[in-house]
């Protein structure tokens, strides 16, 4: 029983596909992150949702859209997949706004996407 | 623009010696500061955190020192064990509107020597 899992864990696709990757919390937080670590190994937050709504939203190509349908899923839609695009993406979970306040952001294992 | 910065790509420590592992920022708005570490194919997880208005924490072998006036932070392990072979993270928050945002450093891989 993962606390936060994200499906697929891998995924290769070629350029110009739009693919989606899905992450689940059984936490019962109410706020949850998509991050990426890209080539460099930077972990950068893309977008985080508390209580289905967008509170966090970094400069990120519109290519990217995340969904919340509901507080213990977050969704993340990539269309037109481009080479950069390549990175592991990282679901996390956190009770309250305050993910780092806290002191925990509950991550998941990471979906590897590679763009052919 | 690395506002966390790792600059030990990689540590190798004895087993049972002391790991100091560094981290420096630049953005004076953080006011609390995280350590994660990660093991292959798993995501981070939490190890310890600090808050501005302290310069240190201690949770078991592990210690984190905060230097504000020079903005640095470091994490210490000890004594060092195998199972601490992992790549550790540097975050930093400061809060966005109310919101949380933590930033994170490139990452430190320590490898624990037997």
């Known amino acids: 029983d993962t606390a936060v899992s994200q499906t697929p864990k891998y995924l290769v696709t070629q350029m110009g596909n739009d693919k989606s990757i899905k992450c689940e919390q059984n936490?019962?937080?109410?706020?949850m992150y998509w991050y990426k670590q890209d080539s460099k190994k930077f972990l950068k937050i893309m977008f985080s949702?508390?209580?289905?709504?967008?509170?966090i939203n970094e400069t990120v190509p519109n290519r990217f859209s995340p969904k919340s349908p509901d507080k213990a899923h977050l969704n993340l839609h990539i269309n037109s997949l481009e080479l950069g695009d390549s990175a592991v993406y990282f679901c996390?979970?956190?009770?309250?706004?305050?993910?780092?306040?806290?002191?925990?952001?509950?991550f998941g294992e990471g979906s590897r996407l590679t763009v052919l | 623009d690395q506002q966390v910065k790792q600059n030990s790509p990689s540590l190798s420590v004895q087993e049972g010696r002391i790991s100091i592992l560094n981290c420096d920022y630049t953005?004076?708005?953080?006011?609390?500061f995280l350590w994660y570490k990660k093991y292959p194919a798993e995501g981070p997880t939490f190890l310890i955190s600090?808050?501005?208005?302290?310069d240190k924490n201690e949770d078991g072998r592990f210690t984190v020192f905060l230097n504000k006036s020079a903005k640095h932070l470091s994490l210490h392990i000890v004594p060092s064990q195998p199972g601490d072979s992992a790549v550790y993270f540097c975050?930093?928050?400061?809060?966005?509107?109310?919101?949380?945002?933590?930033?994170f450093g490139t990452g430190t891989r320590l490898t624990i020597i037997p």
């Open positions: 949702y508390n209580n289905k709504e967008l509170i």
């Open positions: 996390a979970s956190s009770q309250g706004r305050a993910g780092g306040r806290t002191g925990e952001l509950f």
């Open positions: 600090i808050s501005s208005i302290k």
């Open positions: 936490l019962g937080h109410d706020t």
């Open positions: 953005n004076s708005m953080f006011d609390y």
């Open positions: 975050a930093a928050s400061a809060r966005d509107f109310g919101n949380e945002k933590l930033t």
